[in-house]
């Protein structure tokens, strides 16, 4: 799968929108708070203004997916329609108002008369390989903008059309109408597959790349990228597990299911549901009836697959849930550890210290008490919108990124005496932003 030519026209592509991102940086890296919250702005304002020419190329994308044989809860996800054109427009300008982070933070104010600063400054161009949602250009192009770097985007072939749209005639004049560089946002041009890896080989224009989509090909992705020194946030697995304590209360419980598995396709929905075994008897009947009620098929021990084997990537059975059992809070976590990717799980008990438990010995990205997986999302969680959910097991950004993440920490050290004048000469705000 990794054996694409380094030479051919995909890479060409990728080259091309690399250097025209890396020439934009420095002035994207520059602007103010005000010019890139304006930018934002203004990309919100023109969704709503040039909605029918974005509806139109998402109806030939979605035209050319029907006659494709594209299941409809993947046609579902490549629509673009005007309550979802609203929400995009919606967030964008929710994203203007949230307050920059601060670019310098004081460390320390040293005995020698020198202070020690902690600097934020942004990585210059940053990948991203992403599936066929035309709302994650946006979304992952704004989280850029308001970290002040540069992108190269690279979508699935079903949705460049709708892709290209929003870059063209909203992204792109936004940043021109504010005085910044269209270029320092591309899209690749190329409908080739080769694309994706052609992004993650390239360190010297983009050394980190956000890889969000599914499975087998995310990883493969990943571990390309590791062959040519590139850093990855990488979004390839989920699938929330729920488990149901020995003191839960059985109306909790089938509320967090039901909440749980409102929508099938997404990474965060509820996929292993264990259950403790001094109630899994008496449990059991209610969990199975609130699942049929939900038109959701359960896989009950023994099973044929793995435990954690995630349902939202199998379209053919994504309506399905695990069902096992658990020795404890203990035990729960360590399945969930162990045998799933580490997105989230959630307790349901009513005992404070069996919550405790399971959440103090639970590593996964995030961990929930009595309420519901799939709120390990950008928007819900962290009112942003999201680049991609990072499930690492190292240092760096986990669960959902956003563009708080996108920033290298440099260390800055100064005579105590020049700190004020040297702040002082930024006059771009109030995140005191100094001259590169």
Not at 17 to 35: H, I, K, V, Y
Not at 45 to 60: F, G, K, M, Y
Not at 208 to 219: C, E, K
Not at 351 to 370: L, Q
Request: proline share 6%; glycine share 8%; net charge negative.
């Amino acid at each position: 799968m990794t054996s694409h030519h380094d030479h051919g026209p995909a890479a060409a592509a990728v080259r091309a929108c690399a250097a025209g991102a890396l020439e934009a940086s420095p002035a994207l890296a520059r602007a103010s708070d005000a010019t890139i919250d304006a930018a934002l702005r203004e990309m919100a304002r023109r969704i709503e203004s040039v909605q029918p020419a974005l509806v139109a190329a998402n109806a030939q994308d979605l035209d050319a997916a029907v006659a494709n044989g594209m299941s409809p809860a993947l046609q579902d996800r490549l629509r673009l329609d005007a309550p979802r054109l609203r929400t995009m427009a919606t967030e964008l300008l929710a994203l203007a108002d949230v307050p920059h982070e601060p670019l310098d933070r004081v460390v320390e104010e040293r005995p020698d008369g020198l202070t020690l600063m902690e600097r934020r400054r942004p990585v210059g161009v940053i990948g991203a390989n992403f599936e066929a949602r035309p709302n994650v250009t946006v979304d992952i192009a704004s989280q850029f903008l308001k970290s002040r770097n540069a992108g190269v985007l690279r979508t699935g072939s079903a949705a460049l059309r709708s892709g290209r749209a929003l870059v063209d005639q909203v992204i792109a004049p936004a940043l021109d109408k504010v005085g910044l560089d269209p270029a320092a946002i591309q899209l690749v041009p190329s409908e080739d597959r080769a694309a994706a890896y052609e992004l993650v080989r390239a360190p010297e224009f983009i050394p980190l790349v956000i890889l969000r989509g599914s499975g087998d090909s995310t990883r493969d992705l990943g571990r390309e990228a590791a062959r040519h020194g590139v850093r990855t946030l990488a979004h390839a697995d989920g699938g929330g597990v729920l488990y149901v304590g020995a003191a839960a209360d059985e109306k909790v419980v089938h509320e967090l299911i039901a909440e749980s598995l409102d929508r099938l396709g997404v990474c965060n929905r509820l996929n292993l549901l264990l259950i403790d075994r001094s109630v899994y008897e008496s449990m059991l009947p209610g969990v199975l009836k609130t699942l049929d009620g939900l038109g959701i098929a359960a896989s009950l021990p023994p099973h044929s697959h793995q435990r954690g084997y995630e349902w939202s990537l199998d379209l053919d059975r994504s309506g399905t849930v695990t069902i096992d059992a658990a020795a404890g809070p203990l035990d729960a976590a360590r399945i969930a550890n162990e045998e799933t990717s580490g997105l989230a799980a959630a307790v349901a008990t009513e005992d404070p210290a069996a919550a405790a438990e399971f959440i103090n010995s639970y590593a996964g990205s995030g961990v929930f008490f009595n309420c519901t997986t799939r709120l390990l999302d950008g928007s819900k969680l962290l009112r942003l919108p999201e680049t991609g959910i990072n499930i690492d097991r190292v240092p760096g950004p986990r669960g959902p990124v956003t563009f708080r993440d996108l920033s290298l920490r440099q260390y800055v050290v100064v005579p105590s005496e020049r700190l004020a004048a040297l702040v002082g000469s930024a006059g771009a705000g109030s995140t005191g932003r100094l001259p590169s």
